[in-house]
């Protein structure tokens, strides 16, 4: 535990208890259920509400002008925007050029139907998380301000892109 900055309370100044990066990542806060873990891809508590990002429109595109498309999905949740993502593609018969993966603390993931190929959970800190590949699209919603070097995540999810991929992610109100 760090003593990080001084707080008044009653006429007293007590020292702030922050935890270490490993106790953080661990912690029960993280994990919660009410930020994250039930996510849409489109609609009110959504990727395209939060991110400004609809992932149809967006994967869509990459399979227009690039023939493919690979989203990596921090801090995913239940899975459940990237779930509806991949059932979109197997209903439209795109999943054969796209692998959509996502990444969370919690083995918490929804099932994944038979019929959807193109999907994977995998589970895992994004502190910890070291990319194995390239990806056109990676997201981290609510994920970052539970990370104590929000920079060093960033900058992994930057160096993990193609060369026309993207980051996007939101530690809350802000976006980066």
């Known amino acids: ?34 930020m994250n873990r039930e996510r849409n891809a489109t609609g009110v508590n959504s990727y395209e509400n939060d991110l400004s990002f609809h992932p149809e429109q967006v994967m869509r595109h990459y399979l227009d002008q690039f023939g493919h498309v690979k989203w990596m999905d921090l801090c995913c ?21 796209a692998a959509l993966i996502g990444v969370d603390l919690i083995d918490g993931f929804q099932s994944i139907p038979e019929n959807v190929t193109c999907l994977q959970w995998q589970v895992g800190s994004v502190v910890n998380w070291i990319a ?21 995540v960033i900058q992994k999810c930057c160096k993990a892109l193609t060369e026309q991929g993207f980051f996007q992610g939101s530690p809350g109100s802000a976006k980066y």
């Open 1 to 34: 535990m760090l003593n990080f900055f001084l707080k008044k309370k009653n006429n007293y100044i007590d020292l702030m208890k922050l935890l270490m990066e490993n106790e953080l990542v661990m912690s029960a806060v993280v994990a919660n259920n009410r």
């Open 77 to 97: 949740g239940e899975g459940k925007a990237l779930l509806q993502s991949a059932v979109y593609l197997a209903e439209n018969s795109l999943q054969h050029r």
């Open 132 to 152: 194995d590949d390239r990806y056109d699209i990676i997201t981290c919603v609510h994920g970052l301000h539970y990370v104590g070097d929000k920079l060093s």
